[in-house]
């Protein structure tokens, strides 16, 4: 199966940024959905940023304002631009390609997950 290759991950100090990249290592046809993920230590997983092919982007409350989701259709890529990092966003960023095969179906893709710290 196509796996999603995450980038961008490291450690950086609040008020940093950082840019999460993901692409796939081959070609997914009619993806429609693009998201970014996270999860913390000790919480649930939550949706971070989303959008879909040609659709405005949704965000998470808290990171409004910080966060940019954006995608590269000719690449097939998805970035996360992550600016005024704060050290709740300390979490595996973890990227999701959709597609609808038929309504209510969708394929989802993952990435392996990137680790953002966020630390003093």
């Known amino acids: 199966q196509v796996q999603l290759v995450e980038s961008g991950g490291g450690l950086v100090q609040p008020g940093g940024s950082l840019r999460l990249s993901c692409a796939p290592s081959?070609?997914?046809?009619?993806?429609?959905?693009v998201a970014w993920y996270r999860q913390a230590p000790g919480k649930q997983r939550e949706l971070v940023a989303a959008i879909t092919d040609g659709g405005k982007p949704n965000y998470l409350d808290s990171v409004k304002g910080r966060f940019t989701i954006s995608r590269d259709n000719a690449k097939s890529a998805v970035y996360l631009q992550m600016n005024s990092l704060k050290p709740d966003d300390t979490a595996v960023y973890y990227c999701?390609?959709?597609?609808?095969?038929?309504?209510?179906?969708?394929?989802?893709?993952w990435g392996q997950g990137t680790q953002v710290t966020v630390s003093s």
């Open positions: 081959g070609r997914i046809f009619g993806i429609n959905v």
């Open positions: 999701n390609m959709a597609r609808t095969v038929v309504p209510g179906f969708s394929n989802n893709y």
